[in-house]
């Protein structure tokens, strides 16, 4: 048998053995060390945009994604945790619309922490790139960034992203029944009639 036979007759169990080597092997590649995570998280932490992009140029998008706390936040959790709005903005420039969807330990999106923080700027940046982020839910108890906009008290909040679900009813009637509610006692009257309509 010839050796170009030999190597066409590759079965499709050694084709998938020899494609997770080699993204085993990528991984080891591109993984970051606790040291090198350290040193990201700090840069993110502190916002500081040129040592944390430094990382693009060794581990290609890699780093947007790599969990940096025990807690497993991303980049994007701690620099919107932290409010760098510019810091997040550039982020978001980078990461694909899966990447903004990655949850931490506490089973938040960074858009959920934008939402419980209340901070406008960071909402929309993330809500242009990824619109789909309404409907995500965060937290352990499962609320819909809605929800976790009304128990967080932020009625500018709550107004906007009414907004951007009003062409879409909620879910289901326990969404509904959970935000009105929310609303009662977080005292945001202005809503109830809008969520009964729902």
């Known amino acids: 048998m010839s050796e170009s036979s030999e190597t066409t007759s590759l079965s499709a169990t050694d084709c998938n053995r020899l494609a997770i080597q080699v993204e085993e092997a990528e ?105 789909g982020l309404v409907w995500i839910r965060g937290q352990k108890d499962h609320m819909l960034p809605i929800q976790l906009a009304c128990k967080a008290s932020h009625l500018h909040i709550v107004d906007f992203l009414f907004e951007r679900i009003s062409s879409n009813p909620l879910p289901s009637h326990e969404d509904i029944a959970m935000l009105f509610f929310l609303a009662l006692n977080c005292n945001i009257y202005s809503k109830l009639n809008i969520i009964s309509e729902s």
């Open 27 to 131: 991984y080891a590649q591109l993984s970051l060390g606790p040291k090198e995570r350290a040193y990201l998280r700090k840069a993110v932490t502190s916002g500081n945009w040129n040592e944390a992009s430094s990382y693009d140029k060794t581990h290609p998008t890699y780093w947007l994604r790599t969990p940096l706390t025990m807690n497993g936040d991303i980049a994007l959790h701690i620099a919107v945790a932290m409010q760098h709005t510019d810091f997040v903005e550039k982020l978001v420039q980078l990461m694909s619309l899966q990447d903004m969807e990655i949850v931490n330990a506490d089973g938040n999106t960074a858009f959920s922490i934008a939402v419980i923080s209340g901070n406008m700027e960071i909402i929309k940046s993330l809500l242009n790139k990824n619109p």
